[in-house]
């Protein structure tokens, strides 16, 4: 049970903490954002990962992709696999996010929900590949998920934001040092959601100038 959504209907939680999170509707419009959908499930080179959770192996409950900076970057000094390289569609994306971030991005980390069974469990983002008040820029498309976050040392404050088709969530401030994060699993019927988190890695130059 502890997985499962404590908003499953109820919209954006009051009081919502803006100094971490941003959250605009229709950043995509939905013509578009239907497409992007269609075409990231279609082409995209699906995998479903295994990771290491106290000496066990576990499959990641969701299907996910890495793209970014292929050839620039040593990904693998900061424990990570090279990403492939940026396609079209993934780089109209991190163009059209990043004014509004205000940084730019060197990859972007996919996720495929394919049903409510599909989740992310409790987590934040490693801060020592991408520094600790760094800005994550989040796209989602498909099905409506609540993305729920609760403070790290007071698990009662929690809130949930309803992510949106087309919608665009900033991660910013203290979220990957004072919160968590998921998407929780749901018992109630759901669709495919995608959803894109473009980042700035850290990782030393494979080319230096
Ligand atoms: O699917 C989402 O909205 C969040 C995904 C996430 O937290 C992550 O990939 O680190
Ligand atoms: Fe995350």
Redesign the pocket.
């Known amino acids: 049970m502890e997985q499962l959504s404590f908003f499953a209907f109820s919209g954006q939680s009051s009081g919502l903490p803006k100094s971490v999170l941003d959250y605009q509707a229709g950043f995509i419009p939905k013509c578009e954002s239907d497409l992007i959908f269609e075409k990231l499930i279609a082409n995209t080179p699906w995998q479903q990962r295994t990771v290491k959770m106290y000496d066990k192996e576990v499959i990641t409950p969701r299907l996910t992709a890495w793209y970014g900076d292929a050839d620039q970057i040593d990904y693998t000094s900061v424990g990570k696999t090279q990403p492939l390289a940026w396609t079209k569609e993934l780089l109209a994306l991190k163009e059209k996010v990043e004014p509004l971030a205000g940084i730019s991005f060197n990859s972007v980390?996919l996720?495929y929900y394919r049903d409510g069974r599909d989740s992310?469990a409790w987590?934040s983002?490693n801060e020592t590949v991408m520094g600790s008040h760094t800005i994550i820029a989040?796209v989602?498309f498909g099905q409506v998920r609540s993305?729920d976050i609760r403070l790290k040392t007071d698990h009662k404050q929690k809130y949930s934001v309803r992510?949106e088709h087309g919608s665009l969530l900033l991660m910013k401030g203290d979220l990957q040092t004072k919160w968590d994060?998921r998407?929780a699993k749901s018992t109630l019927p759901m669709h495919a959601r995608i959803?894109l988190?473009f980042r700035r890695i850290i990782a030393p130059s494979l080319n230096p100038i």
């Open positions: 980390l996720n992310v987590h983002d989040s989602s993305f992510l994060h998407i959803n988190t």
